[in-house]
């Protein structure tokens, strides 16, 4: 189910499930969500729920609704749009369509790694027979973009990582702060960490391996040093994630 996290000037005022098939938000306390602020009109906004897809609505306010920094009238929302009404910022998460784009980079990543590789002595020849000259081949054999290279290389180095997690399950171990030495069995199809309205990330469980995906904060995830990017990561035994400034050890039973 799809929910609003709630804060004001990056404090976490609560969170709200989006159970309606409309969401009233507004000055006046018979809203669904009221915020009594008297930069918010009384019936501010309103979130519609049709076929499985949100919408937020301006009510005509005084001061206008922005979604994403972009000021609107009507808007589909998407997972991790982030709607602001006066200084107050509701942000959408909808972990089910954070699964399909998993899902999506997924199949993507696996489609690059079946594409074949051209080895010299299979350098298509030309209709006539011959062999292309290098000014043909810049002209006929598509180039690989960088991100999507980059894909392929790490679906490949973490081969044999996935075989083993489709066989075993995993463990995230604290390494630091007052809950170092505890350990959470990934048990789940998706486990979030963090804390809400400062940094959250998911570890997704898919049949070939664990998956690591930014949704909320400023910040990226760190593994092994390394920051994350807006793609999801495969986690390989041993990585070490930093997140929010606490240290944990991802590793398979």
């Given at each position: 189910m799809a929910k609003l996290i709630i804060t004001l000037d990056g404090l976490l005022l609560s969170e709200f499930e989006l159970d309606k098939e409309r969401i009233t938000i507004g000055r006046k306390p018979e809203n669904d969500i009221p915020i009594d602020n008297l930069a918010i009109s009384g019936e501010h906004a309103a979130?519609?729920?049709?076929?499985?897809?949100?919408?937020?609505?301006?009510?005509?306010?005084?001061?206008?609704?922005?979604v994403n920094e972009q000021p609107i009238t009507k808007h589909v929302l998407h997972h991790g749009d982030e709607i602001e009404i006066g200084k107050y910022r509701l942000k959408y998460v909808n972990v089910e369509e954070l699964g399909s784009k998993i899902e999506a980079h997924e199949k993507e990543a696996h489609e690059f790694e079946k594409t074949p590789t051209l080895r010299p002595n299979q350098i298509p020849t030309t209709l006539s027979g011959e062999k292309p000259t290098s000014d043909m081949m810049a002209h006929t054999i598509p180039l690989?973009?960088?991100?999507?290279?980059?894909?392929?290389?790490?679906?490949?180095?973490?081969?044999?990582?996935?075989?083993?997690?489709?066989?075993?399950?995993?463990?995230?171990?604290?390494?630091?702060?007052?809950?170092?030495?505890?350990?959470?069995?990934?048990?789940?199809?998706?486990?979030?960490?963090?804390?809400?309205?400062?940094?959250?990330?998911?570890?997704?469980?898919?049949?070939?391996?664990?998956?690591?995906?930014?949704?909320?904060?400023?910040?990226?995830?760190?593994?092994n040093g390394q920051p994350l990017d807006a793609h999801p990561r495969q986690l390989a035994d041993h990585d070490v994630i930093e997140l929010g400034g606490v240290k944990m050890e991802f590793y398979l039973k």
């Open positions: 979130i519609t729920i049709f076929n499985n897809d949100a919408f937020v609505e301006d009510l005509g306010s005084t001061n206008g609704t922005l690989i973009m960088p991100e999507a290279a980059r894909r392929v290389e790490t679906t490949a180095a973490f081969g044999s990582t996935s075989a083993a997690a489709a066989e075993s399950h995993a463990v995230i171990q604290i390494l630091n702060g007052q809950n170092a030495g505890k350990e959470l069995d990934l048990t789940k199809t998706l486990t979030s960490l963090g804390k809400p309205g400062v940094q959250v990330a998911v570890i997704t469980r898919r049949p070939h391996g664990y998956f690591l995906t930014h949704v909320q904060g400023d910040h990226y995830p760190i593994v």
